[in-house]
C-alpha cells in the first residue's frame, strides 16, 4: 500500500523567512503533485512533477522532485501572509491503481 | 473556462437519511474523480471514472454508497442511509490530457 508522508504536519513561521516541507512516499511514483488548500475551499493545484530532477517555481513556492529517494519539497522564500494555507502533496502510482494518495497536509500560518 | 461545478454546497440530514451529490466535470475531461476529506486531513478516493465507465471504485462502501455517471459527463454520488461517520466535505475532481486534476468547490455534509 501507498503511503505518503509529510513533514512538518503544523508550520508557524515569520514573514521573510524560508522554509522546506517535505513529502516522502513508499513506493515507485508516476507523478508527483501539490495542492493548496484554503479552510473552507477546495483544493488549487500548484504543480505537477513528472520526473526525476523536475523543478518547478511559480513565485514564491518551488517544488522539486527525487524519485530515487522518493521525496518531494516545496520550499517557501520571503513567506508572506497571503501563503497561509494547507499544502498537499499527492501522489500518483500505477502499483496503488494509478490512484492519488493524499498526505496528511502540512497546515501554514505565515504571521507578520 | 468554467470549473467543476458541485451542488449543494452544504447539506445537513438526520442519520438513515438518504442524500446525493452532483458533479458537472470541465467540458471535455473524460476522467470524473469523487473523493472524501475529513476535517484535518487529505482527500480519499471513493470512485474514479473514465467516461461512463467506474475504473477504479475499490474504496467505495458498496452497502450504502453508489454513484453513476451516465452520457460519461455528469456524475452522481448517493450515500443511503446515511451514518453519522459520513459527515465529511466531498469533493468532485476531473482530469483532461495534462494529468492535472481540477477540483470543485466541494458538498460539505453533515449527518446529526
Known amino acids: 500500500e501507498l503511503k505518503v508522508e509529510q513533514n512538518p504536519l503544523f508550520l508557524s513561521m515569520q514573514e521573510g523567512k524560508n522554509y522546506t516541507i517535505y513529502c516522502n512516499y513508499s513506493t515507485t511514483s508516476d507523478r508527483l503533485y501539490w495542492y493548496r488548500q484554503d479552510p473552507g475551499k477546495s483544493l488549487e493545484s500548484l504543480f505537477v512533477l513528472l520526473s526525476n530532477g523536475a523543478v518547478k517555481q511559480e513565485g514564491r513556492l518551488m517544488a522539486s522532485l527525487d524519485t530515487k529517494a522518493r521525496l518531494s519539497t516545496l520550499h517557501i522564500t520571503a513567506a508572506v501572509h497571503d501563503l497561509s494555507a494547507t499544502y498537499f502533496c499527492a501522489v500518483d502510482a500505477e502499483t496503488s491503481g494509478s490512484r492519488l494518495t493524499f498526505g496528511e497536509g502540512t497546515q501554514l500560518t505565515v504571521n507578520p | 473556462e468554467a470549473g467543476v461545478v458541485q451542488s449543494p454546497r452544504y447539506k445537513i440530514i438526520e442519520k438513515k437519511q438518504p442524500v446525493a451529490f452532483w458533479c458537472n466535470p470541465i467540458?471535455?475531461?473524460?476522467?470524473l474523480y469523487w473523493y472524501r476529506q475529513n476535517l484535518g486531513q487529505g482527500p480519499e478516493l471513493l470512485i474514479r471514472y473514465e467516461n461512463e465507465e467506474a475504473v477504479d471504485d475499490s474504496q467505495l462502501p458498496k452497502d450504502r454508497f453508489s454513484a453513476e455517471r451516465l452520457k460519461g459527463v455528469d456524475s452522481t454520488l448517493k450515500i443511503q442511509p446515511a451514518e453519522l461517520g459520513d459527515s465529511a466535505v466531498y469533493l468532485c475532481a476531473s482530469e483532461g490530457q495534462t494529468y492535472e486534476q481540477y477540483f470543485g468547490p466541494g458538498t460539505r455534509l453533515t449527518v446529526t
Open positions: 467540458s471535455g475531461h473524460n476522467t
